[in-house]
């Protein structure tokens, strides 16, 4: 069973920047492909990057393609989602998600096994 803590979620004006970061702790974490979802209030959960388990894999929304960067550190379990240019539509509970390959759809939330319990990132205009 892995277990995610996500951190890094706060209030900022638009244009600017946050990191967000999912810690995990499965041993074998760097086995495990990563994501990175949101959820504003009244939508539906929609993808936002992933991240292969080598790390040489990695997917963005178009929607934030440009402005946010994934990445992974292995040695400490934990993968990252730079956020810059921040803007209000970026407002969202965001969650960090994990499964082991073979993953067949990096955009789908319904390829992840293990969720963390998210952090809010306001954006305010």
């Known amino acids: 069973q892995v277990q995610l803590v996500e951190s890094g979620g706060g209030l900022v004006q638009a244009g600017g920047s946050l990191r967000l970061s999912c810690a995990a702790s499965?041993?074998?974490?760097?086995?495990?492909?990563m994501g990175w979802f949101r959820q504003a209030p009244g939508k539906e959960r929609e993808f936002v990057s992933a991240?292969?388990?080598?790390?040489?894999?990695?997917y963005y929304a178009d929607s934030v393609k440009g402005r946010f960067t994934i990445s992974r550190d292995n040695a400490k379990n934990t993968v990252y989602l730079q956020m810059n240019s921040l803007k209000p539509e970026d407002t969202a509970v965001y969650y960090c998600?994990?499964?082991?390959?073979?993953?067949?759809?990096?955009?789908?939330?319904?390829?992840?096994?293990?969720w963390g319990q998210g952090t809010q990132v306001t954006v305010s205009s």
């Open positions: 998600a994990a499964d082991r390959p073979p993953i067949r759809n990096y955009y789908s939330d319904y390829e992840y096994a293990y």
């Open positions: 991240i292969s388990w080598t790390g040489i894999s990695i």
């Open positions: 499965e041993r074998t974490f760097g086995n495990y492909a």
